[in-house]
């Protein structure tokens, strides 16, 4: 980003209404200085958002989503931050143009060259020589609604009629190849996809990115062929369905999750349209931050077999960590939810999606299996397992509720089981990487000081008189992630003479790695009220964690220092360090 975009975002941010824009997603009602609403970003159901006109910011006081006109627009609507600027930007008649990365433009080019071939395909199911496609489809409870809401298009038997098409478009057969769209054989350049039912794969914005074919009038093949990793399409970064789930799912409160692109279909074609499909049986770490920052319950449907058992365990696990909560349905009598709807019907569906298992339940069941909970060694493997499965979890009433079942159902010491959790569990450090500093290195930083980190950062970031109170101790914070922000907002600082919350968070989307760790901390912190004495302590629990880690680098290099001198200089810092700690009151 340029001087003048940012002048653009300053402009549009300035002329904005924050209330007049949130107003047009969500309910807002005025209580005093500020409006209160349902926050969209959590399953809510009280007004438990506060947008203030004064500060141009949201915040909610339960999930901890905090942000400016831009930031709300994004999470809401599931764009990028720039997409976000252009929206408000249309919605006060101001002037916004994207000004694209010579990257992002490339990425067009194939974004385009992917529209063609994705007519093309629909234009082939269209005419006579798609009937059978049509009929298959048709056949499978799909209408032309449907069929026109996912782009499903056809790849006819011949050859090479997409090369050509594309050919004549003056579109290079590099550009085909790094697209996954043609391949050479003995006879020349071919097409990838032929004779098969074409399903678009798009990215979380709606783009197309890929494709995957099915065969519809043959067995002799594998039933699908996918697109290949591209530059433009990532199997790891995208969900099926997921542009036009994620806006049904914020409104329904909950996102269905299959297995299959049929799976998927079928439940938006009944008018479930918080669905999508994993794109396999396992999820990537880009794919759980798409669910989570959904902010709604994930209910996991996967097929009712062996393989879908396994799949519901191991997506189970990855979102537990990442505490999202979860839902399982495991249907019974068909084999996935296409031909479950399809046999009994949409209402039965709905009744499982009504009343979902919590993850731990669904687990109890699976660990269960096969075990004589009399016999103690089974009962001693069954109780191990499950204290394994929640201490992935984070949820400190979840582990609660889990060890008093336990306790309770199989007479067993609650304290004792707590202990075990509390062993398995590492709760006393939290491991922080560093980058892009020099002599980089990772450091250990302890529970309390990392919230005492965010918490400072988080006042520096609300309040002009805090950050100054910051420069005035003069704090050389150690090399972690906290660093990068610290640094940042000296930099803005310095540019505008004071701190506006707002501004600085538009401010950051200039430096991706130091707005991860701003949307972190703002996501973290949960403070009422931003005071000088409150930053004062906590700036002393922060000085506290530096004075550690530099006496444990004295002593360290004591340890090897051979010259006698040397070491008693080492010494003698340390004793300093300590006597300031004194002289503080912190020791």
């Given at each position: 980003?340029?001087?003048n975009?940012?002048?653009?975002?300053?402009?549009?941010?300035?002329?904005?209404?924050?209330?007049?824009?949130?107003?047009?997603?969500v309910?807002?009602?005025?209580?005093?200085?500020?409006?209160?609403?349902?926050?969209?970003?959590?399953d809510?159901?009280?007004?438990?958002?506060?947008?203030?006109p004064?500060?141009?910011?949201?915040?909610?006081?339960?999930?901890?989503a905090t942000?400016?006109?831009?930031?709300?627009?994004?999470?809401?609507?599931?764009?990028?931050f720039?997409?976000?600027?252009k929206?408000?930007a249309?919605?006060?008649?101001?002037?916004?143009?994207?000004?694209?990365?010579?990257?992002?433009?490339?990425?067009?080019?194939?974004?385009?060259?992917?529209?063609?071939?994705t007519?093309?395909?629909?234009?082939?199911l269209?005419t006579?020589?798609?009937?059978?496609?049509?009929?298959?489809?048709?056949?499978?409870?799909?209408?032309?609604?449907?069929?026109?809401?996912f782009?499903?298009?056809l790849?006819?038997?011949?050859?090479?009629?997409l090369?050509?098409?594309?050919?004549?478009?003056n579109?290079?057969?590099?550009?085909m190849?790094?697209?996954g769209?043609?391949?050479?054989g003995?006879?020349?350049?071919y097409?990838?996809?032929?004779?098969?039912?074409i399903?678009?794969?798009?990215?979380?914005?709606?783009?197309?990115?890929?494709?995957?074919g099915r065969?519809?009038n043959?067995?002799?093949?594998s039933k699908?062929i996918?697109?290949?990793?591209?530059?433009?399409?990532?199997?790891?970064?995208?969900?099926?369905?997921?542009?036009?789930?994620?806006?049904a799912?914020?409104?329904?409160?909950?996102i269905v999750?299959c297995?299959?692109?049929?799976?998927?279909?079928?439940?938006?074609?009944v008018?479930i349209?918080n669905?999508?499909?994993?794109?396999?049986?396992?999820?990537?770490?880009?794919?759980?931050?798409?669910?989570?920052?959904l902010?709604?319950k994930?209910?996991?449907?996967?097929?009712?077999?062996?393989?879908g058992e396994?799949?519901?365990?191991?997506?189970?696990?990855?979102?537990?960590?990442?505490?999202?909560?979860i839902?399982?349905?495991?249907?019974?009598?068909?084999?996935?939810?296409?031909?479950?709807?399809?046999?009994?019907?949409?209402?039965?569906?709905k009744?499982n999606?009504?009343?979902?298992?919590?993850?731990?339940?669904?687990m109890?069941?699976?660990?269960?299996?096969?075990?004589?909970?009399?016999?103690?060694t089974?009962?001693?493997?069954y109780?191990?397992?499950?204290?394994d499965?929640?201490?992935?979890?984070?949820?400190?009433?979840?582990?609660?509720?889990?060890?008093?079942?336990?306790?309770?159902?199989?007479?067993l010491?609650?304290?004792?089981?707590?202990?075990?959790?509390?062993?398995?569990?590492?709760?006393?450090?939290?491991?922080?990487?560093?980058k892009?500093?020099?002599?980089?290195?990772?450091?250990?930083?302890?529970?309390k000081?990392?919230?005492?980190?965010m918490?400072?950062?988080?006042?520096?970031?609300n309040?002009?008189?805090?950050?100054?109170?910051?420069?005035?101790?003069?704090?050389?914070?150690?090399?972690?992630?906290?660093r990068?922000?610290?640094?940042?907002?000296?930099?803005?600082?310095?540019?505008?003479?004071?701190?506006d919350?707002?501004?600085?968070?538009?401010?950051?989307e200039?430096?991706?790695e130091v707005?991860?760790?701003?949307?972190?901390?703002?996501?973290?912190?949960?403070?009422?009220?931003?005071?000088?004495?409150?930053?004062?302590?906590?700036?002393?629990?922060?000085?506290?964690?530096?004075?550690?880690?530099?006496?444990?680098?004295?002593?360290?290099e004591?340890?090897?220092?051979?010259?006698?001198?040397?070491k008693?200089?080492?010494?003698?810092?340390?004793?300093?360090?300590k006597?300031?700690?004194?002289k503080?009151?912190?020791?």
């Amino acid at each position: 980003m340029n001087d003048n975009q940012n002048n653009d975002f300053h402009r549009i941010q300035n002329h904005a209404d924050i209330v007049e824009i949130i107003k047009s997603y969500v309910k807002l009602e005025s209580h005093g200085k500020n409006y209160f609403g349902v926050c969209p970003f959590h399953d809510d159901h009280s007004p438990s958002m506060s947008v203030s006109p004064e500060k141009q910011i949201y915040k909610c006081f339960v999930c901890g989503a905090t942000g400016n006109v831009f930031n709300f627009v994004q999470n809401y609507l599931n764009v990028s931050f720039l997409e976000a600027v252009k929206i408000v930007a249309d919605k006060i008649g101001e002037n916004f143009v994207i000004r694209e990365s010579s990257e992002n433009a490339k990425n067009n080019k194939y974004y385009e060259i992917m529209n063609l071939a994705t007519m093309f395909y629909q234009n082939n199911l269209r005419t006579e020589l798609g009937s059978e496609a049509r009929k298959y489809l048709y056949d499978r409870g799909l209408n032309d609604e449907i069929i026109k809401d996912f782009s499903i298009g056809l790849a006819l038997p011949e050859n090479n009629l997409l090369y050509k098409l594309l050919s004549s478009k003056n579109i290079s057969k590099k550009d085909m190849d790094e697209l996954g769209l043609v391949a050479d054989g003995e006879r020349g350049t071919y097409d990838l996809f032929r004779n098969r039912i074409i399903f678009p794969l798009k990215s979380p914005t709606g783009k197309v990115n890929g494709f995957s074919g099915r065969i519809y009038n043959s067995e002799s093949h594998s039933k699908y062929i996918n697109t290949k990793e591209t530059i433009i399409f990532k199997k790891r970064e995208n969900l099926y369905n997921y542009h036009l789930a994620a806006p049904a799912a914020r409104q329904e409160k909950f996102i269905v999750i299959c297995e299959g692109f049929m799976d998927a279909i079928r439940i938006y074609s009944v008018g479930i349209k918080n669905v999508v499909a994993t794109m396999g049986t396992a999820l990537a770490k880009e794919q759980i931050a798409l669910l989570k920052k959904l902010n709604v319950k994930v209910i996991i449907t996967m097929d009712n077999d062996n393989a879908g058992e396994l799949a519901t365990i191991a997506l189970g696990k990855s979102l537990m960590k990442e505490n999202v909560d979860i839902g399982v349905v495991r249907l019974t009598g068909k084999k996935d939810p296409d031909e479950y709807i399809l046999t009994y019907g949409v209402e039965a569906f709905k009744d499982n999606l009504r009343n979902p298992m919590s993850y731990p339940e669904f687990m109890e069941i699976v660990l269960k299996k096969n075990r004589n909970l009399s016999n103690p060694t089974d009962l001693t493997a069954y109780i191990n397992d499950v204290i394994d499965m929640i201490k992935d979890s984070n949820d400190e009433l979840l582990i609660d509720i889990t060890l008093n079942k336990l306790a309770d159902e199989y007479h067993l010491d609650r304290e004792l089981l707590k202990s075990k959790v509390k062993n398995e569990e590492q709760v006393e450090e939290v491991k922080v990487e560093v980058k892009k500093e020099d002599n980089t290195k990772e450091i250990k930083i302890n529970n309390k000081f990392n919230k005492a980190f965010m918490t400072m950062l988080y006042y520096m970031m609300n309040d002009t008189n805090c950050m100054r109170l910051f420069l005035h101790y003069n704090l050389d914070l150690p090399r972690c992630k906290y660093r990068l922000v610290s640094n940042n907002l000296i930099y803005y600082f310095e540019l505008n003479k004071e701190i506006d919350f707002a501004d600085y968070l538009t401010f950051s989307e200039n430096y991706p790695e130091v707005s991860k760790v701003v949307k972190e901390i703002i996501n973290q912190v949960h403070v009422d009220e931003i005071n000088e004495d409150d930053m004062e302590a906590v700036i002393g629990l922060v000085k506290e964690i530096i004075d550690r880690e530099k006496i444990k680098e004295l002593k360290a290099e004591m340890k090897n220092e051979l010259d006698v001198n040397r070491k008693k200089k080492l010494f003698e810092e340390i004793i300093e360090i300590k006597r300031g700690c004194v002289k503080d009151g912190r020791d």
